[in-house]
């Protein structure tokens, strides 16, 4: 019933949903010694699904959106603190500012494509 644009919304949502936590929980520990920061992966995966689907169906296009696969990885780079913290608050500020904003982008795209239904159907 929908096209894609609502599915490859819905999942950039999902993303920048997980994104805001991982980075909400990064935060909570920047005290917390040995802690070692997370980041969400999740465009490259999305990107290599589309590059082997780019000149299939709309279907299977669908399949590799929705076989995309949201990934949670620990950052392994150093810490420059004694305690072996490697949390850059700075850093974690900035993208959960940035993740807020492009989720809230995100619904208003869903939110979007339903209203242009919502008015075909009318």
Same mark, same amino acid.
């Given at each position: 019933?929908?096209?894609?644009?609502?599915?490859?919304?819905?999942?950039?949502?999902?993303?920048?949903?997980?994104?805001?936590?991982?980075?909400?929980?990064?935060?909570?520990? +920047?005290?917390?010694? %040995?802690?070692?920061?997370?980041?969400?992966?999740? @465009?490259? $995966? #999305?990107? *290599?699904?589309?590059?082997? &689907?780019?000149?299939?169906?709309?279907?299977?296009?669908?399949?590799?959106?929705?076989?995309?696969?949201?990934?949670?990885?620990?950052?392994?780079?150093?810490? +420059?603190?004694?305690? %072996?913290?490697?949390?850059?608050?700075?850093?974690? @500020?900035? $993208? #959960?500012? *940035?993740?807020?904003?492009? &989720?809230?982008?995100?619904?208003?795209?869903?939110?979007?494509?339903?209203?242009?239904?919502?008015?075909?159907?009318?």
């Amino acid at each position: 019933m929908f096209n894609n644009s609502v599915l490859m919304s819905q999942k950039m949502a999902d993303y920048l949903w997980q994104k805001q936590q991982v980075t909400l929980n990064n935060i909570a520990n +920047s005290s917390t010694p %040995g802690y070692k920061a997370q980041y969400v992966s999740f @465009q490259d $995966e #999305l990107k *290599s699904k589309m590059d082997f &689907y780019d000149q299939m169906s709309s279907s299977k296009i669908r399949d590799g959106i929705e076989d995309s696969a949201i990934s949670v990885h620990t950052k392994d780079d150093e810490s +420059s603190r004694l305690d %072996g913290n490697n949390v850059n608050m700075d850093v974690e @500020q900035v $993208e #959960l500012a *940035s993740a807020t904003i492009q &989720y809230q982008m995100a619904i208003n795209d869903i939110n979007s494509e339903f209203n242009r239904l919502r008015s075909a159907i009318k």
